[in-house]
């Protein structure tokens, strides 16, 4: 891995530079681009991944985790207090693998067997920012870098004309959880959509798709030269500063910045898309129309080389109308993401991205006012499918009611380091020096689930 | 007291709220209030022949908590219960029938229940009869009682071992051996902790780098030329001079309001509209912002500022100007995010009051109370039963965030459910947008309202005849809305349609009431009476609440004070991170057990306490902190120093920092010379007035449409009268040679697009939030939630519906674009462009011209050959006109790094 000055010296000298000077080739550029593709430490299953971020905490035991004695207990008392609610869906059996899924999700259902269902989930947080915070960086008390921005940084990407790292329509204020934290600013994920007026993409098929995406006066020449003058001045601070994060920062988000105009618009801009592709995905109108347009996104952001895409759909987090609300999150989302799982099913490419659907935490059994659940982070249920994972597999097991992992549970430790695995890196060895120590996402814990493993 | 009463309270005072006459000779609004008597022999009697037995046979199979059936999250099981209602809204609201969505159900209005058939008429009757009565119900909710696994002991022991929660003490500054360094005690405190780590402070930062960071710090604009030039003088002399007198003029500019208003109003969650599902707007809420503004423009002392947000509208005041200061001040407690479109009012009250407590207790306290909403507060002790006392504190006051209702009433509306009024100012100061109606305009307005009201009825009868359940609805749904915009319009001017003046805020209720506990914070499960109370562990003696009072004047006053240890450490901390980038609590907002422990306790203290002798002055203490040796140590790194403390915690160096997005859009706009200090009454949000926000538009469209044809015309029509001026030459300017401006015209716009095009115009649809346009300073940008300006999201603003006292500082791509492409960014350099070719024609004078303005110094050797080099290339091959390659070079200068920090 790369050491902090060596980074330093190659982009202040190094990758910035040969691009200003319009030397460059390919070569040149790979041996000092921090964003080149770099190989893994093993042979990796998964290329690429894409996390459906499930905010706000949908239910466990109203999705993906079966529990008939939930059922038969309702209305009793829960070890915890309050009375225990049955979930108001039905759940079946599904495909060859007969995993048990409930109502809320029918079209995801009908990939079963591509699926591997992680029914022991746990982290340490109760409450959404921390345990959002640790789903994405590993701990909820310190800023560290994401999930994201590890595996760019161990990884590279494959289309250096966008961002490595791209959270869709991320929920305000959460910049920490695609964050680089200490990691060079080009790791960190690039927000796309969502957050200001001008900022939005899912609605209307062209146009503009990033806000200021295109110069209204200069044509790409001149504004390389503008560019270049912009680059000279922020080297010219670098020098003087010696150490300078921000600086560093700023001179890569030109640099990307300067690629993505060309490449972004004709990657948003989904209105050659078939008919069918949108009705696929749920894209061409109705309540899956914001959460299927994303998905779709996301299929051509990695298909375009993007080597971490995240997209969030939010507002799970019913402890009252569980029955109204629940069902209406699932309906937005439900035929996008099996869209998204038929899509790259079609396309091959299932095989090595790896998709992940998981919220920060589940919900309890026990019902809160009646027609609600509170947060639950002893035990939920999160979904690997594609990248190297069995499918139709059903890993671990909560208590008879669903309120605590029971059977081989998986912290949100052993969950980064799977991930990690399975993109071929070992989250022991994936470290940075930072302030005369090395860190890693998982810090010293983490165990890498390897029964998962297809 | 029972729940009944808590319910009817709020539903009062939401609805029927009347005006009546109070002191001081004007009129303000204020809630009525109803009283449950017992129930009389024949209110039980007609109960339990007439609509008990109809309840357990007809409704109990599916609504009750017994039979272990919610559909809807109804029950009726008891009174409480069937007047918080389901997930639609409250079953039974006593004398309204409109209402009683029970009511509503059995005659098959929106509603069809019992499901299978209509119940017979004369049972029907007499629901509408008991409902009338004002549905007496003897059916009380057994009250458990819930025990705190916090005890005495423990909050004693808390609040004698947290450092927190024990009042600060002045300590003496420590000895030192490089006893040359210091300049003030601060400087003291900062020393002898590096002294005993064995580090060295940095060297003083050069005068120029000083001057960039006070200017930004104490008014968040760049410095001038002028000052640049006058500060080089005096710190020859004496820098520490110079410093002060700097200082001192920093302070007394209104700009310096405008920068440490907009700190504050980070932390009050400021914003003009309701956020979350369906964002209403709030037209009034600009107040609070101007009034946050003065207030730290006139330095009142920090002790009063708090208590008038919390009890303004209970705090004495001499004149009527005094009482207006102090009723908009308490818009601090209406303007949290609110989620209008819940059905339960219930429910929606609880969540006001729990907003309402979480903001008070962590801006001022920096503690988070509202934990304890659902159980004990699982780090600090904070029982559950003292958010209780404190929510019986908050609950017996009614909040105004909406508009108020005209002679025909308000409207609700199926998105916008939960309605509120206003509170009128007693001067008359209405808002600057608010439309003034003609006799005739006003009658045609009533008429208005009157026809649709007639429409909706004859819709009604007509839909019901056929028995078409769907267009029942529809016409609901579209006269609701109608009526609710017409009575906004007619609601706001009086009889003569003059505007009236309002703002957002709160009225206290009486006589107080407790509030009972809820179990795990639900709504339907109160538990024992609450005694009203402050949080015990920040109490060192208890406090004792006046029963014919709420407390909350108290509450405000307490928190004003040196009786609790925290609102003075709290804010002292904010103000050093202002300055320093970081604060000697890194969790600004948490002063509790899971917050960060403080760098330098002692100095923390020895600043609250001088804070509050000086009589609360916040300038006070901007002024003891940027006169230290500290604050102008220079950011340089250094490698030993980074091993041992990466994260400058014991601030052996200043902090390199980002500007935030206020001050790169004001620095662009004073650097081009386009800023506008001019304060801008009002803003965007009141011009629009009482509206939803749909899809980033304010408003109704049209209206903006019309409004921006307007404004482009004038703005075409005053580029024609400057290309007259300038003697007709197309290109309005003289041509001379390197860098000097030929090209522009009028003031082009951005891609050459004509105003009137039909994309142009979507486009300022589209942003009509981002004001593109404005050259007044960023504070004054219109705050929607979730919707807020471009130039400001884009570097890290504030979440407007969370407490945030400390801003992310993020480089991103997203950035990058803005700067390289902004039509407003590329406008600002257009006119920076204009200001140095009329400062000079010669170019090397240009350049170093416009690095002051940019950077505060002049170009060096390299950057002179990188702009020289550039524009050899770029104009040379350029079809682009001298101006505009010369504007250019001044974006350049904006987008690059150093524009956006300070050293």
């Known amino acids: ?454 | 007291m029972t729940y009944f009463r808590f319910a009817s309270l709020i539903h009062f005072a939401r609805c029927a709220v009347v005006l009546c006459a109070v002191n001081l000779g004007t009129v303000i609004l204020c809630p009525v209030t109803v009283h449950a008597d017992p129930l009389t022999p024949d209110e039980l009697k007609f109960f339990e022949i007439n609509i008990r037995p109809v309840l357990v046979k007809e409704c109990y199979g599916c609504h009750s908590n017994n039979a272990g059936n919610v559909r809807g999250g109804l029950r009726l099981d008891t009174k409480e219960l069937t007047h918080i209602g389901g997930s639609r809204g409250p079953a039974i609201v006593p004398g309204d029938l409109d209402g009683s969505l029970l009511y509503n159900a059995i005659t098959h209005q929106d509603f069809v229940m019992p499901p299978k058939r209509k119940l017979p008429d004369n049972v029907i009757e007499d629901f509408r009869k008991w409902i009338e009565m004002g549905a007496p119900d003897p059916r009380e909710t057994d009250i458990a009682e819930i025990q705190t696994t916090i005890t005495d002991d423990d909050i004693k022991m808390a609040r004698e071992k947290f450092w927190a929660y024990k009042k600060p003490i002045q300590a003496d500054p420590p000895a030192v051996a490089n006893a040359d360094w210091p300049r003030t005690d601060i400087d003291r405190f900062i020393l002898s902790k590096l002294e005993r780590s064995e580090l060295r402070p940095a060297e003083d930062a050069e005068a120029f780098k000083v001057l960039r960071r006070l200017c930004f710090d104490l008014v968040g604009l760049p410095p001038t030329p002028e000052q640049i030039e006058d500060f080089a003088q005096q710190w020859k002399v004496s820098p520490d001079r110079a410093i002060e007198a700097l200082v001192d003029q920093m302070l007394a500019k209104t700009q310096f309001g405008e920068r440490w208003g907009r700190h504050w109003l980070d932390v009050a969650r400021y914003a003009e509209s309701t956020g979350r599902e369906v964002n209403v707007t709030y037209p009034h809420a600009w107040r609070y912002r101007d009034y946050v503004i003065d207030s730290f423009n006139a330095d009142k002392p920090f002790d009063q500022f708090v208590q008038e947000q919390i009890a303004g509208d209970l705090l004495p005041a001499k004149t009527d100007e005094d009482w207006s200061e102090n009723l908009v001040a308490t818009t601090f407690l209406a303007m949290g995010p609110k989620n209008v479109n819940e059905a339960n009012r219930v429910q929606f009250a609880a969540d006001v009051i729990d907003e309402q407590i979480d903001a008070t207790t962590r801006v001022f306290l920096g503690m988070s109370v509202a934990c304890a909403r659902c159980h004990d507060h699982k780090f600090d002790a904070i029982p559950q039963t003292d958010y209780y006392a404190l929510a019986g504190v908050f609950r017996n006051m009614t909040t105004y965030f909406g508009n108020p209702p005209s002679e025909f009433g308000t409207f609700a509306t199926a998105q916008a459910k939960r309605t509120s009024s206003l509170i009128r100012l007693p001067i008359d100061d209405p808002n600057p947008f608010d439309k003034r109606y003609s006799s005739q305009e006003l009658a045609a307005l009533k008429k208005q309202i009157v026809d649709t009201q007639n429409a909706a009825a004859g819709d009604r009868r007509q839909a019901m005849a056929f028995g078409d359940q769907q267009a029942l609805i529809r016409n609901r749904l579209r006269s609701q809305n109608e009526l609710s915009q017409l009575s906004a319009k007619l609601a706001v001017v009086d009889e003569n349609g003059n505007p009236h003046s309002y703002c957002m805020g709160v009225q206290e209720q009486s006589p107080p009431q407790n509030a009972r506990l809820l179990v795990r914070g639900e709504i339907d499960q109160a538990a024992q009476i609450i005694e009203r109370g402050f949080p015990k562990v920040l109490c060192s003696t208890p406090v004792n609440i006046d029963s014919s009072k709420s407390g909350r004047l108290d509450f405000a006053r307490w928190i004003g004070s040196e009786e609790n240890p925290l609102t003075a450490r709290v804010m002292v901390n904010r103000v050093w991170q202002h300055l320093m980038g970081q604060g000697i609590v890194a969790s600004t907002e948490n002063f509790g057990v899971t917050g960060q422990a403080p760098s330098h306790p002692e100095l923390l203290d020895y600043l609250a306490v001088r804070f509050i002798d000086s009589g609360w002055s916040v300038k006070s203490l901007v002024r003891d902190i940027a006169t230290s040796r500290v604050y102008r140590m220079e950011s340089t790194f250094n490698e030993r120093n980074h091993e041992y403390d990466p994260d400058n915690a014991l601030v052996w160096r200043g902090n390199p920092r980002r500007l935030d997005a206020e001050a790169i859009r004001d620095a662009m706009l004073f650097v081009s010379g386009e800023i506008e200090f001019e304060k801008p009454r009002g803003s965007e949000v009141a011009k629009a007035g009482y509206s939803i926000v749909r899809d980033g538009v304010l408003g109704d469209p049209r209206e903006t449409i019309r409004r921006t044809r307007e404004s482009a015309g004038q703005g075409m029509r005053e580029a024609m009268a400057q290309r007259m001026r300038s003697g007709g030459r197309p290109d309005g300017g003289p041509v001379g040679g390197g860098f000097a401006l030929g090209g522009f015209r009028g003031r082009p716009m951005a891609g050459g697009m004509s105003m009137s095009s039909p994309q142009d115009l979507f486009r300022k649809i589209q942003s009509q939030l981002d004001m593109e346009d404005a050259t007044f300073r960023s504070v004054y940008l219109p705050i929607v939630r979730d919707e807020v300006p471009r130039s400001l999201e884009v570097f890290d603003f504030a979440d407007a519906s969370s407490i945030i006292g400390t801003r992310e500082s993020s480089n991103t791509a997203n950035q990058a674009l803005y700067m390289m492409n902004n039509p407003f960014v590329i406008r600002q350099s257009d006119s920076f462009a204009q200001r140095i070719a009329k400062e000079s024609k010669r170019p090397a004078d240009q350049l170093e011209y416009a690095f002051v303005l940019a950077y505060g110094r002049p170009p060096n050797s390299v950057e002179r050959t990188a702009t020289a080099s550039f524009w050899r290339s770029f104009a040379s091959s350029s079809q682009h006109s001298n101006g505009e390659a010369l504007s250019a070079l001044c974006q350049s200068l904006f987008a690059s790094a150093e524009f956006r920090l300070i050293d």
């Open chain 1, 1 to 454: 891995m790369f050491s902090r000055r060596q980074l330093l010296q190659s982009v202040s000298a190094g990758f910035g530079y040969l691009a200003f000077a319009g030397m460059s080739s390919a070569e040149e550029q790979a041996a000092s681009n921090p964003l080149a593709s770099k190989s893994p430490h093993f042979p990796a299953r998964a290329k690429r991944v894409i996390f459906l971020c499930m905010q706000g905490g949908p239910s466990h035991v109203d999705t993906f985790d079966y529990k008939p004695q939930l059922t038969k207990d309702h209305g009793k008392s829960g070890k915890y207090g309050g009375s225990l609610l049955k979930s108001p869906w039905e759940f079946q059996q599904h495909g060859e693998s007969g995993l048990w899924i409930s109502d809320l999700f029918p079209n995801v259902a009908s990939h079963a067997d591509e699926l591997t269902l992680i029914r022991s989930m746990q982290c340490d947080q109760p409450v959404h920012p921390g345990a959002m915070t640790q789903m994405h960086t590993g701990t909820a008390q310190f800023i560290r870098p994401s999930l994201g921005a590890w595996t760019l940084y161990g990884l590279g990407t494959e289309n250096e004309s966008l961002p490595g790292f791209v959270s869709l329509s991320p929920p305000a204020g959460s910049s920490r959880n695609y964050g680089s934290s200490f990691l060079p600013a080009i790791y960190g994920g690039s927000k796309v959509g969502s957050g200001g007026p001008s900022a939005r993409f899912a609605r209307g098929g062209s146009g503009e798709s990033v806000p200021d995406i295109k110069n209204p006066r200069l044509d790409e020449s001149q504004q390389r030269k503008q560019l270049d003058l912009i680059q000279s001045l922020n080297r010219e601070k670098m020098r003087r500063d010696r150490f300078q994060p921000d600086v560093e920062g700023v001179i890569e988000s030109y640099e990307l910045a300067f690629r993505m105009q060309d490449a972004m618009p004709e990657l948003m801009d989904t209105s050659k898309e078939s008919a069918s592709t949108l009705a696929l995905y749920g894209a061409d109108g109705g309540p899956t129309e914001n959460f299927g347009k994303q998905c779709l996104l996301a299929r051509r952001f990695v298909e375009a080389g993007v080597r971490f895409v995240e997209v969030t759909h939010g507002n799970w987090d019913q402890h009252a109308n569980l029955s109204n609300d629940h069902q209406a999150r699932a309906d937005a989302c439900d035929q996008p993401i099996a869209g998204l799982l038929q899509d790259l099913k079609q396309r091959d490419m299932l095989k090595d991205t790896l998709v992940i659907w998981g919220g920060e935490f589940g919900r309890t059994p026990a019902a809160q006012g009646g027609d609600g659940r509170n947060h639950n982070n002893k035990g939920y249920t999160t979904w690997m499918a594609g990248g190297g994972v069995k499918g139709g597999f059903s890993y671990g097991a909560t208590d008879e009611h669903g309120y605590e992992a029971v059977e081989n549970k998986c912290h949100i430790h052993d969950w980064h380091a799977t991930i990690l695995h399975l993109l071929g890196l070992d989250h022991t060895e994936l470290t940075y020096r930072y302030a005369g120590r090395d860190f890693r996402l998982t810090d010293v814990h983490g165990n890498v689930m390897t029964d998962i493993l297809a």
